[in-house]
C-alpha cells in the first residue's frame, strides 16, 4: 500500500451551532446563512477570506453549494457539495484539510444545515431514494424506523444484546445533554423510563429514535499558522479515512467501513484505541452506536453489549461517548447531524466544553455514518483529532 500523505499542519476551529428548533418555516439557505454569520464572528474574518467552502444538507434541493455561493455573497476558489448525511461532516474535514495542504484553498467553510418545518420528514423519505422506495414500498414498508428495527433484532439475536443494553446508551447520552444548553432534549431519562417507552418498529422504541429538527453545524479548516495568527483556539487533525459501499455481500448489517481501514486511521495518527480519551459516535440508532464501539476498535465484534455494561458512558465516566447528548438527545438536524460530532469535540479539546468537560482529554474521535439505502447506511468516515496545547 502506498504510504499516505499526513495530515500534518491543519488546524479545525470556530465551531458553531446555529440554535435547533423542532419546527421552522425558514429554509436551509437562511441556517446556513446564520452558521456563515456565526463562523465569520468567532473567527473575526471578513467574508472574503473564505476562499473554500463544503455545504451538506438535504432541504437545500433543488439548489446546491454554488448556489449557496450567490445568495450569500461568496466567491470561493474551492467548493464542494456533499449529499452525505451522516458521513458529510468526516468527509468534509477530510476534503478541506487537504485542499488547504494543497494550496487550492486557505480558509474553507464547512457548513451544514437543514430546516424542519409540518410533514417535510415524511416528504424527504418519500423522495431520499428511489432505490430504497421501489424496493420496499411495495411490502408496506418505508422509512429508516423499519430498516434500522430490522438491524436492531438481527444484531440482538446475533450477539446477545438486549434492550437494556441499548438503553444505557440512551440514558448515558440524556445525562451528557442536560450539561449541553444546545441540546433540545435535557430532561432526565432513566432506564426505566427508556425501557417503558412506546413501541416504534419493534424492537425500536421511542428513545431509540432521533428527533427531526431544524438547525446548523459549521467549522472552519485553515492551515495551524494562520489559526495561531488569529488567535483562535483550534485543533489538530491527526488522522481521517472515509469508505462506501463497504461489506456490501453481508445479508444484514452488522459491521460498518470503519473496520476496513481502521488499522489505517490509527497509524496515520501514531496512537492506539487506549489512548482515545473520548469518542463521539454518530447516533441515528443505538445499534449503529454499538457498532462503532467494535469496528473503531474498542472492542472485538460481538463483544459491544457486554462493553456498555462495562463502562460508563457519560462525560465523566470510563468511556465518554457523545459528550454534547448526540443525535438522540440533542436533536438531529437532518445533514448537520453528521457534523454534530466534530463540533462537539472541537469544543471538548479547546477549551469550550463548559461544565461537561472530558477530564485532560487530549485526543478525540468522531465517525460519520450516513445514506441510508433500502437496508443499510453506505457511507462511513472517521477521523482522530488533538489538543494543540
Known sequence: MARRRSYEGVAVCAPVTVPYRRYATEGAHWFLGQALQSLLAA????????????????????DTAVGVTQHLGLSPRWLDHLPTGGA?????LRRAARAVQCGDADVVACVAADT???DSFRQMLGSFSDFARDASYPYGAGGPN??????????????????????????????????????LMRKPLSLDDYLAAKPISEPIHLFDCVMPCAGAEAFLVMEVQRAR????????????????????????????????????????????PAQIDFVQTYDDYPVIVMMQFEDLGFCAKGEGPAFVR????????????????????????????????????????????????????????????????????????????????
Not at 458529510?88 to 468534509?92: K, N, P, Q, W
Not at 434500522?148 to 444505557?168: L, N
Not at 465523566?316 to 436533536?331: I, K, M, R, V, Y
Open 43 to 62: 473567527s473575526g474574518l471578513e467574508k472574503q477570506a473564505l476562499d473554500g467552502l463544503t455545504v451538506s444538507s438535504f432541504s437545500l434541493a433543488p
Open 88 to 92: 458529510s461532516g468526516v468527509m468534509a
Open 116 to 118: 424542519n418545518h409540518v
Open 146 to 183: 423499519a430498516v434500522f428495527a430490522f438491524i436492531t433484532e438481527h444484531y440482538m439475536r446475533r450477539f446477545g444484546a438486549r434492550r437494556e443494553d441499548f438503553g444505557r446508551i440512551a440514558v448515558a447520552q440524556r445525562r451528557n445533554a442536560s450539561m449541553n444548553p444546545l441540546a
Open 229 to 272: 495568527d488569529l488567535g483562535l483556539p483550534h485543533v489538530l487533525l491527526h488522522g481521517a479515512i472515509e469508505r462506501h459501499n463497504a461489506f456490501a455481500d453481508d445479508p444484514v448489517l452488522e459491521r460498518g467501513g470503519w473496520a476496513v481501514d481502521i488499522d489505517e486511521l490509527y497509524g496515520q495518527a501514531g496512537v492506539r
Open 310 to 389: 462495562q463502562h460508563g458512558l457519560c462525560w465523566d465516566g470510563s468511556f465518554p461517548n457523545n459528550t454534547g447528548g448526540g443525535q438522540l438527545s440533542a436533536g438531529q438536524a437532518g445533514a448537520a447531524g453528521g457534523f454534530l460530532g466534530l463540533t462537539e469535540a472541537l469544543r471538548q479539546l479547546s477549551g469550550q466544553a463548559g461544565g461537561r468537560a472530558v477530564p485532560g482529554a487530549r485526543l478525540g474521535l468522531v465517525s460519520g455514518f450516513g445514506m441510508v439505502a433500502y437496508d443499510r447506511c453506505l457511507c462511513t468516515g472517521a477521523v482522530i483529532l488533538g489538543s494543540a496545547t
